[in-house]
């Protein structure tokens, strides 16, 4: 009787370990924080309106541990943030999309353009109060905020405004680019840099170098937006072993007039994607 | 015949079953536990042994030291190990014993209240609550702490000459010594009241009656006979709060200010308003640093040195209650 029981629990727990649906395809992905809500808004949209049978999981443990899962097999593709290092080898960026990085400040603050250079001086603890920076409106210090060294915009930040120097002491290094929107918005003296899809939450975005930081400055090649970058995915080898049902999502990401909205939907800019024939 | 084997063979090991397996899973719990402690000290070794003691030191700063460790970790070049962790240490002394002080007192004369003193329905109310406290996961203190305390901090308690003073070093945002100790303590103040009003509530009776019996008044009794009979629950919680505090990670990444710097009580006031890291969350920060070996053998050092603490203070508050067990308290 009990062995009976056992016997029929063990083949539940078979049957649940089989997929549901003869024929699924689950892909596996990790890597970029910053690339996070894009992905996911293409996945869902993929498996919901082009191929039922395909899902993803995707763990945001940010662009080097991604690229890291891919070296070692655990992931089958990554998102990522920044352009190839020597440490990446063994691996195929694809260009997938456009992010911007937007320098932003509280609502507070009147400033409404600044350079590079000032971006630079005030993270490198050169520039340490407002009244330094002409056109805030405000005599107090600077709060300078930014991500801590696990994340994709941090790398980027680092490449692009402070020239590979490490940020100064006074730069509160967050987990998180949710928690710098958070300590933004609710600083006054705060600044601090994420990607577009966190625009206008609380927080205003300067123009940088005098350009805009909106979708279509960044679309356009050659960047005009100081602040641009490629996302990629990256594949392990030369991308010819990867699954079939991934490189079909990658085409259709890449190209399709559907993907192209979704991502400008969630924040990125679309970079091959054909427009939608308006009617 | 047939019943002598019964007796033999049967039922002797249908009793023994459960015993026999539960000790096979002791067994399987405790070597776990050792070969955690040796992989995570046999990871360590390349760090501790290039700095000596030099580790716990002061130089430099750690932030540089670490960038240093991880780079070197990328290319063929040969390893930096260089690690002075003082700034990191001293950051987990404050905010863990500050939290702790704080957080022993008053919960100390909350669990007297809550055996000795309160009405019936209150302390009805109050142990549920108190048990629901110590449970609450610590990531919603930190959410707390980074939505109301620590912009009411910046905003409200730090002025413009403060952070000026400071401009360039650091910034005083409200992320600070302050908003780590007080979340703290309201995190680890609900564990140990609920060991403490345990440990009052197993005092005997009689010995409190006795006291009452000969004149010594309420409060008098409480304070010289109960708190000093559970003395050992008191040890028991503390130390249980100490290692929860000193493992905390979550949280104090997320209110404690992330910037490695060593707050420096000659300062003023301003001391408490400084930002600093302890050493948990210094783990979680650089854990995208992994892959690089040197950089990897530096936070398994952390680790294990946030290991060495959490086993010492179990240690401690073993032979402490050992030593308090002659005043023939149960804890």
Known sequence: MRIKTIAISAIALVALAVPASAGAVTLIGSGSVAAQPVLQALFSTYTKKVNHKVHFTYLADGGNAGVKDVQNGTSQFAGQARTPLPSDAGTTYIKFYLDGLCIDVNPKNKLSNISIQQTHDIYRGLLTNWSQVPGSGLETTIDPVGRDTNGGTYNFFLQAVLNNELPSSNVNALTADGLVVNAVKQDPNAIGYDGLAWQGKGQKALKVNGVKCTSSKISVEPLKYPLSRYIFLVLPGDGSSSPPALGKFIDWARRSPLAGEVISKAGGVPAFNKKAKKH | ?331
Request: hydrophobic share 55%.
């Open chain 2, 1 to 331: 015949m047939e019943e002598e084997y019964l007796s033999e063979y049967g039922p002797k090991w249908s009793d023994q079953r459960a015993g026999r397996m539960l000790g096979a899973l002791v067994c399987a719990v405790v070597g776990l536990l050792l070969a955690m402690i040796v992989t995570v000290f046999v990871r360590a070794w390349p760090s501790f042994s290039h700095n000596g003691l030099a580790w716990f030191g002061a130089g430099g700063s750690v932030e540089e030291q670490l960038n240093q460790i991880y780079l070197s970790g990328l290319g063929g070049a040969e390893y930096v190990y260089t690690f002075h962790a003082w700034q990191l240490i001293w950051s987990t002394l404050l905010i863990v014993g500050g939290a702790v002080t704080i957080a022993l007192f008053s919960a100390l004369f909350v669990s007297v209240f809550i055996v000795e003193f309160a009405p019936e329905w209150m302390r009805n109310i109050l142990q549920p609550v108190v048990r629901f406290l110590a449970s609450v996961p610590s990531v919603i203190y930190g959410l707390l702490g980074v939505l109301v305390i620590v912009p009411f901090i910046g905003n409200h308690l730090v002025t413009e000459s403060q952070k000026s003073s400071v401009a360039g070093v650091i910034s005083l945002s409200g992320y600070s010594l302050l908003a780590a100790v007080l979340i703290l303590t309201v995190m680890i103040a609900p564990l140990m009241v609920s060991i403490f009003s345990d440990g009052l509530r197993s005092v005997r009776p009689g010995w409190l009656e006795g006291s009452l019996a000969l004149g010594v008044n309420r409060w008098r009794t409480t304070w010289k006979i109960a708190v000093r009979t559970a003395r050992p629950a008191i040890v028991a919680g503390t130390v249980l709060a100490v290692a929860r505090a000193i493992g905390e990670a979550v949280m104090l990444a997320m209110v404690s200010g992330s910037v490695a710097f060593a707050p420096n009580p000659a300062d003023g006031l301003i001391f408490i308003y400084e930002p600093s890291r302890p050493l948990a969350p210094t783990i979680v920060k650089n854990i995208d640093s992994l892959g690089s070996p040197p950089a990897n053998s530096t936070l398994f050092a952390i680790a294990a040195v946030l290991l060495f603490s959490a086993a010492f203070f179990s240690l401690t508050g073993w032979v402490a209650r050992r030593a308090m067990r002659k005043y023939g308290a149960t804890a």
